[in-house]
Structures are given as C-alpha cells and as structure tokens.
C-alpha cells in the first residue's frame, strides 16, 4: 500500500499543524540546521513515507548520495502524524530539517505563520519549472510567492470492478463518463440479494469524511465548489453546489447506490471485498486492490455539464529558513531539489512508487511496461483542481464545513438546501477571522 499523504492522513497532519501554529511554536524563525564536513554538506530531510513507497524514497535518496560527493541526504522517517506534532516545535527552537514534505493544502497555512523559506527565487533560476503542471505549481504560491516544491501531483480518479460490470451486463471495457451514465450504472451495480432492504452491494460508493473529496469534485462538475478558485470566497450556498449535492443525494436516499455516512477507509475496504462496483481513490490504492486479486479498471470522474474536474493531491518539499539562509544549505537543498524534479529520478520514482510524475514531459509510453495502472492517471492530470487551494484553514473548513456538511445530508439530518446555506454562513466566518 502506498503512503503518500493521503486525505485521511492530512486531517492529523493538519490538526497537529493547527496545534502547533497556534502553541506559538514559530515564536522564533524557523530552523534546519545541519553540519558540514571534509567539503561535503549535509541536509536532512523529514518525511512519512513508512510503507512500501518509502523503500522507494530511500533508494532515490541513495542513488542521489551516490552520483556526488558535495551533497550528502540524512532522512528521517516517521507516520505523518508525528511528523506534523514534531516539525513546528523543532522549526522553533532550530533544530528541525533542512526539508520536509507536506500536502499542498498546507502551503496557505505554513506561509502565512512564516513556517518555512520563500522559494520565488529558486523558481526565477529554476530551468525546469516550466515542466510542472500548472495546477501543481500554482498550489506552491501564497501571495504570489513560492513557498515549496511539488514531490508528487495526482488525479484521484475512479476505480471500477471489471468483474462486476459484467455480471450487471455492462461492458467492462467502456466505463461511464457523464452523470448520467454513473448514476444508472450505479443503480445496475447496486443489489439487494436477500431482500433485507440493505443492498449486499453498492454501485458508486461516495464516502463523505476521510477521504478524496469526491463531493467536491461533483460540485466542480456543476459550476460550483466548497471555495471559489482562488480560496477566498465561499461558494457552498451557491445554486450550482447545492444543485450537484441534490443530484447525488437524492441518488443515494431513493436507490441505496452508497451507504450513508461512510469513511474512505471503509470505502476501500468495500471495494477490496468485492462489494462496490465503482470506487473514487488515488494511485496509492492500487498495490492494495491488485493484492486483493481484483480486476479493475481505471477511468476519470464523473463528468457534469461544467465538465470532468479530479480532486488533485500532492506532497511538497517544504525548507526551512535556516537552510535558506546559509549559503552552503541553500545550494545544497538547491542541488537536491533540481534532481528531485529531474527526468531521470521523476521516472525511476515514478514506476517504483506508483506516483505519477510531476513532469509534464514524461508521457505515458515511458512508464507503462513498469507501472500500466498507474500510467492510466497520468491523462487527467491537467484537468485536476486543488481541495481548499489557498486557504489558511485547510482543516478547519475540511472538518467543520466541508465534511459536516456532506455527512449531515448523507445522513438524512437536514436537505441540501439548509445545510449548505448555513455551512456558507460558517465558511464566510472562519474566512473573515483569517484575514
């Protein structure tokens, strides 16, 4: 199983994040320190790849120790959850990592507590950044500055049982594409065997906390969103959002294609039982579903009148201030930025760890012998948006808005009318106290 930062994992990491933001652990500037010997200038790097991905990590960490002499990486490995209690805490008293990884969603929040290093700079001599998808690149900004460098960038697209299509008399080799297409083969995947009135198998399985932000997606299919592009302004209320949450809404309440209230990992487990005809998840799930023995297929979202929008995800490389403002760390976290981002070691990552690449100069027939599954995310890339892009209060509005909200109505404890209307009241709040 992959162990990128998954949805589930960044609410911890973004709860630990708030903790430490608002103990005050930034009342100094950040740090990074780490020492230099014989010529060759060490630079840690913090991270939570605990699983099998992180065997891949080390090995591009290795291989990158090895092709030079002036730049050593020291890592240090540990669940994302710890890592997001220790890193603010050890930033303040100067004893943290030169770099760190962090999801996108925390670049709004980090920036704004001056956390870690202004990286504009880097990116005015950076050759290569013109290779990054622009999605990606523009979730690194804050204010109009760059405050980190994408690791990974995905679509979280949807995982069909090829098995189960054809059983419901679908064919398995043309998914559905439109709403309209999802919603009646989610009704045909959706049975009832011993009549109990609880279906023993769901067609789209749509899970409403701690996971990708499939409701999002669906809103952004639509015309709407739970925040405007640009995170500024509430957008939940909006007729377009409240008109896409209805739709599906209604779909789960009159024909049961999803149980109500249901988490990501609960959803996955599902999908690996052989329960659920179609599934939204990211790249990270495959070597789980492939370990299950199930054969599945790989299409995009659901596609609404404004389009077919994925949920992008993202891990980026965050440096501290202290590494930035020494000139032998500065070039060092240089050196290893441009080769982390480097063809080679984007391709040689890329098929080891199943995360697509973040070049866009890397195509699908250059990984698809070592990594076909993966190499069917790599299309949709261009078109996937950023959850919360922007804000200062990624948890805050994930938790308390966003997922309240599509819980409350999953749940039958309100219309999508009234508790969006009211979530929009929230979100307008928490926005003003941000500014």
Known sequence: MNHTIRPRLRVLAAAALAAGLAAGALSSCSSGSAGDSGGTTTITFWNGFTGPDGDVLKARVAAFNASQKKVQVKMSVMPWDVLGEKLLPALGAHKGPSIAVGGAESVGQYASKGAFADLSDYYKGWKDASQLFPADRSATEFEGKNYAVPMTFTPVLVYYSKKLFTEAGLDPNKPPTTWQEFQDDAVKLTKDVDGDGKPDQYGFVLPDHTSPAIWESLMWGNGGG???????????QDAASIEAVTTWADLLKSKKV????????????????????????????????????????????????????????????????DAWGSAD???????????????????????????????????????????????????????????????????????????????????????????????????????????
Do not use: C, H
């Open 226 to 236: 739970t925040l405007s592009e640009d995170g500024r302004k509430s957008t939940i």
């Open 258 to 321: 999803s149980p109500a209230g249901i988490s990501g990992p609960d959803a996955d487990a599902l999908f690996q039982s052989g329960k659920v005809g179609m599934l939204s998840e990211g790249p990270w799930m495959i070597n789980g579903f492939k370990g299950a023995n199930l054969d599945f297929g790989i299409t995009n979202v659901p596609e609404g009148p404004k389009g077919a929008i994925p949920v992008a995800n993202s891990n980026m490389l965050f440096v501290s201030k």
């Open 329 to 435: 760390q500065k070039s060092a976290v240089t050196t290893f930025l441009n080769y982390w981002n480097s063809k080679e070691n984007q391709l040689a990552w890329s098929t080891g760890s199943g995360n697509p690449p973040t070049r866009q100069d890397i195509s699908v027939d250059d990984v698809k012998a070592k990594a076909p599954e993966m190499a069917q995310f790599m299309p949709f890339r261009d078109k996937a948006r950023f959850f919360l892009a922007g804000t200062t209060d990624f948890g805050d509005i994930n938790s308390s808005v966003y997922e309240a909200s599509m819980q409350k109505i999953t749940a039958g404890k309100g219309e999508p009318q009234e508790v969006m209307t009211q979530a929009g009241q929230q979100l307008k709040t928490i926005l003003a106290g941000s500014k």
